[in-house]
């Protein structure tokens, strides 16, 4: 063999091996401080989901008008707040890593935020404090959720890894779900003289256990993958912003799909909170009913990665989202009083949402990779915040159209409901939500970063951080 061909085969050698160098293997101890972070953020989250719209409107006593203007303002100012904020977590850098220092400092804050969200004030303006507390709210969730959920690309850079990490992570968020469907009402019962004051002392419950949980996190869990050679060399700036966002197709095709995902969900659990009180009289409790939505979606989580392992990511979202929809149509399609009917189609859903859930969370650690192929730049803060962002819109949207429907439709809040309203609210539980469904799959259809082609990048990305440490020797 001649000297060129012995140099040429040391370098894939040396290209191969540095390709997999921070393929890091999870262990069991940061696996399990990972999850639990889920489920302590998913027993404040999975509240304000199911309860908050419900709350505000026959417990707060807010009107649907006031409910939907509030949630409008909310994500406009977070359409300039979310990016803005995975931009500092850019700028920003720690001892302790990129992202941990973040979510450490900021629970608690966001832990009381929660509190008072769910607090009714007899001597302000109800309309002034749901305002300054959810907005407060919001502002605090984007501080935390970006830096937390971006730490998942930090950790490890092998797919697989990801998978298991992240398919955990949302396993216990599922478990965390169940715990605040199960929970609240019955906290707030035996806890409460009244309903105010009884969802305002189960969410100090909750609070606590969700600021445990990350700062929990913050200490076990470690931030290894390093950033690119260009974020060494120069600052980041302002205007990397919108190069990351246009030039990143498969994000933004992501981000249609966490729209279609988590609309879908917090559409189907804060109106849950109706059908029951409404269309079906109390025949089945609420706790009962939110375990519909939480307690099937946890089953296939675990099995996910196995199952994008045979299939690939990319078919294994798209699996997901059409087992919900046969259940939303399922759902949809059953004569009034068909309770064993509404729980079937309800279970389904929930079971198809927990394979695509965990598959999107999976997914959204490579599109950092991919931003920092066509950029330079490894922003993983900036990617990450547009998934925070569009559960904000999410929210917006399961927020606002029970409110706009029901002005429609003569809704009476804690009173007896015509057959437009009872139609309305089977609807916005069933056949809306697979609509919704539907439109994500078809945008989805579109997303091309495959497996092969996301190994690929990453040996592009080893060669150019081997030529930056060569050419600086």
């Not at 935020?113 to 109800?126: A, G, H, N, Q, R």
């Not at 300054?132 to 998942?152: A, C, D, R």
């Not at 950092?368 to 904000?392: M, P, Q």
């Amino acid at each position: 063999m001649s000297t060129l061909q012995e140099e040429s085969s040391c370098n894939m050698s040396t290209l191969q091996d540095e390709s997999k160098r921070y393929y890091v293997k999870i262990g069991m101890g940061e696996r399990l401080a990972y999850g639990f972070w889920g489920f302590g953020s998913d027993l404040v989250f999975q509240t304000i989901t199911i309860y908050l719209t419900f709350f505000y409107t026959d417990i707060f006593g807010i009107s649907p008008v006031q409910v939907t203007a509030l949630f409008l303002a909310a994500r406009v100012w977070d359409a300039i707040n979310d990016p803005l904020m995975g931009a500092i977590v850019e700028k920003c850098h720690f001892k302790r890593g990129k992202y941990i220092p973040w979510f450490v400092g900021l629970c608690i804050p966001y832990g009381i935020s929660t509190i008072l969200v769910f607090t009714t004030p007899e001597s302000i303006s109800k309309v002034a404090y749901a305002w300054f507390t959810y907005i407060l709210f919001g502002m605090l969730f984007t501080g935390i959720i970006i830096p937390v959920t971006s730490l998942s690309s930090s950790m490890t850079q092998d797919p697989i890894e990801r998978a298991k990490l992240n398919s955990f992570r949302m396993f216990c968020s599922g478990i965390g779900g169940v715990v605040c469907a199960v929970m609240v009402p019955k906290l707030s019962e035996l806890m409460g003289t009244s309903p105010q004051n009884g969802y305002q002392r189960a969410m100090i419950v909750l609070s606590a256990v969700m600021v445990i949980s990350f700062l929990v996190a913050g200490k076990v869990c470690k931030e290894r993958v390093p950033e690119s050679a260009h974020d060494k060399e120069e600052p980041f700036h302002w205007r990397d912003i919108g190069s990351q966002f246009t030039t990143n197709k498969p994000l933004l095709i992501l981000f249609v799909m966490y729209l279609a995902a988590y609309t879908y969900n917090i559409l189907v659990s804060s109106v849950g909170t109706y059908f029951v009180t409404y269309n079906i009289g109390g025949t089945i409790s609420m706790a009962d009913w939110s375990l519909l939505q939480t307690l099937p979606s946890i089953i296939p989580m675990l099995f996910v990665p196995a199952i994008a392992k045979k299939v690939g990511k990319k078919m294994t979202v798209i699996y997901g989202c059409l087992i919900s929809t046969i259940g939303m149509l399922l759902f949809f399609f059953m004569p009034d009083g068909a309770i064993v009917g509404f729980c079937m189609g309800k279970a389904l859903g929930s079971f198809g949402y927990g394979i695509t859930l965990a598959m999107i969370w999976s997914t959204l650690p490579d599109c950092v990779e991919y931003g920092e192929y066509v950029t330079g730049r490894r922003c993983g803060g900036l990617v990450f915040s547009l998934a925070s962002f569009s559960i904000k819109i999410s929210l917006t949207i399961a927020g606002i159209l029970p409110t706009i429907v029901f002005s429609f439709v003569d809704y009476v809040p804690n009173g007896v409901q015509n057959a437009a309203c009872l139609t309305a609210i089977k609807a916005m539980n069933s056949l809306i939500p697979a609509i919704v469904l539907i439109i994500g799959i078809l945008v989805f259809s579109r997303y091309s970063l495959t497996e092969q082609k996301f190994e690929s990048i990453v040996k592009e990305l080893t060669k150019r951080r081997l030529g930056a440490q060569s050419s600086s020797v």
